[in-house]
């Protein structure tokens, strides 16, 4: 019903930057709130940032406030994550996930709110 792709990882350097785009197609995009989430090599998957229906509800992972900000374009169909001051920990495969049952102005941070996943976007930091 909802497809997720992910695009936009890659192999950066530490303190650089990326910026990571999700695109959605089957439904109507403002329907649905919106999340990063990510996993490390022989980690949990764990939450990245997550972001309302609206575009106006944004929460963050502590790990990444200050360095990650999320963003929505309904007109396009896209959610951003603009990843500055990367870490190698940052390293990890990052997913797209919709909550397609949110109010207007609510952010969906857990795992079992969400409907949707992508296949995910490989990222990694290392010089």
């Known amino acids: 019903q909802v497809q997720l792709v992910e695009s936009g990882g890659g192999l950066v350097q530490p303190g650089g930057s990326l910026r990571l785009s999700c695109a959605a197609s089957g439904r109507t995009f403002s329907s649905f709130a919106m999340a990063w989430f990510r996993q490390a090599p022989g980690k949990e998957r764990e939450f990245v940032a997550a972001?309302?229906?609206?575009?106006?509800?944004?929460k963050y992972a502590d790990s990444v406030k200050g360095r990650l900000t999320i963003s929505r374009d309904n007109a396009k169909d896209t959610v951003y994550l603009q990843m500055n001051s990367l870490k190698p920990e940052d390293t990890a495969v990052y997913y797209c996930?919709?909550?397609?049952?949110?109010?207007?102005?609510?952010?969906?941070?857990?795992?079992?709110?969400?409907?949707?996943w992508g296949k995910g976007t490989l990222v990694t930091v290392s010089s």
């Open positions: 972001i309302s229906r609206s575009g106006a509800g944004t």
């Open positions: 996930a919709a909550d397609t049952a949110s109010d207007w102005n609510s952010a969906t941070t857990r795992e079992s709110r969400m409907d949707y």
